[in-house]
């Protein structure tokens, strides 16, 4: 497998992660859903992938950067942006979660969105049994 596959590969399954997120095959693309609503667009192919995301707060920095284009199809004014990746270029991995925590917070119920800032369980500490003292 190719570095440019195994990133691509990382960034969809945490997409698919995310609380609710479910992936789908419109079009011939993979795409990961929440409820009916697509947040992330992406397609490989042997030597290039891209990734499709709506950015409310962010689209304007991410235009800025080299690879980023507003999406087609109208999409772009909705502030979605489009980023492509090319054998050779590493793909930004963190960045790319980061905005597809944004797009999924975009199109999520809130309900779901907010389990994103609930601590993990397995960060939460029992609570620990409280015991009566003999005498008190």
Same mark, same amino acid.
């Given at each position: 497998m190719t570095a440019l596959k195994q990133e691509y590969e990382s960034v969809l399954t945490f997409a698919l992660s995310l609380p609710g997120a479910f992936e789908d095959n419109p079009w011939g693309e993979r795409v990961a859903k929440v409820g009916k609503k697509v947040f992330v667009f992406s397609h490989l192919s042997d030597n290039r992938a891209s990734f499709s995301v709506k950015l409310p707060q962010s689209c304007e920095l991410a235009l800025a950067l080299p690879n980023v284009s507003p999406?087609?199809?109208?999409?772009?004014? $909705?502030?979605?942006?489009?980023?492509?990746?090319?054998d050779g270029l590493e793909i930004d991995v963190a960045m790319l979660r980061e905005w597809v925590t944004e797009s999924y917070r975009a199109v999520a119920t809130k309900k779901l969105a907010k389990q994103l800032? $609930?601590?993990a369980l397995s960060a939460i500490e029992p609570a620990k049994k409280r015991t009566k003292r003999k005498g008190a």
């Open positions: 999406t087609g199809y109208g999409l772009g004014k $909705a502030g979605w942006v489009s980023v492509v990746f090319t800032d $609930a601590p």
